[in-house]
């Protein structure tokens, strides 16, 4: 089975909403209630792709997966950091500079059918680290979840630190 990454396109969005459908109705891993509209799930990504990479995953030239980085917080400073993103976009956010990978995750107070600790031990797997627990924060199914961050250093922290390069700017570089 041949694995091929490429860059997300807007008309991918209809089949990236049927896989995250089964995650909005069927889990905790997103604390959504309602699934997005397709048009939603557009604007979602022109967002991310105004500064970041969107990927998706294909198999037999079908998208079976996909995943994005995003920014962490708003503010100037915290342009080195991103949220939840794998090792298929780590190259492309070293070339813009990016030094923190940020992961917030669902956790289950007790694993259960829709949560289990999975995504935390994946991310362990990938290097990340804990550094902090929100409790009883997210709610659904008519049960309490909990969250958590992680975090993992891809670059190096200087005082006079390279500006974060946008996406668009580097993305013929990084294939």
């Excluded at 006079?160 to 570089?173: A, C, G, T, V, Y």
Aim: net charge negative; glycine share 4%.
């Amino acid at each position: 089975m041949k694995i091929e990454i490429r860059y997300a396109k807007l008309e991918d969005a209809a089949r990236l909403v049927e896989i995250y459908c089964y995650y909005v109705e069927k889990t905790a891993i997103t604390f959504e209630y309602e699934v997005p509209t397709v048009e939603e799930f557009q604007q979602r990504m022109v967002h991310v792709m105004e500064k970041y990479p969107y990927l998706v995953a294909k198999v037999d030239d079908q998208i079976v997966g996909y995943a994005y980085a995003g920014t962490f917080n708003v503010r100037a400073a915290y342009d080195w950091c991103v949220e939840r993103l794998y090792q298929a976009l780590e190259k492309a956010l070293k070339a813009q500079n990016i030094t923190n990978l940020n992961a917030c995750i669902s956790s289950p107070i007790q694993n259960d059918e829709y949560l289990d600790t999975n995504s935390i031990d994946y991310h362990h797997h990938l290097g990340y680290q804990m550094v902090g627990e929100f409790h009883q924060c997210g709610y659904k199914f008519k049960r309490w979840y909990n969250m958590v961050w992680m975090e993992k250093f891809i670059g190096k922290h200087h005082e006079n630190q390279l500006p974060m390069i946008q996406f668009n700017e580097i993305k013929d570089q990084v294939n």
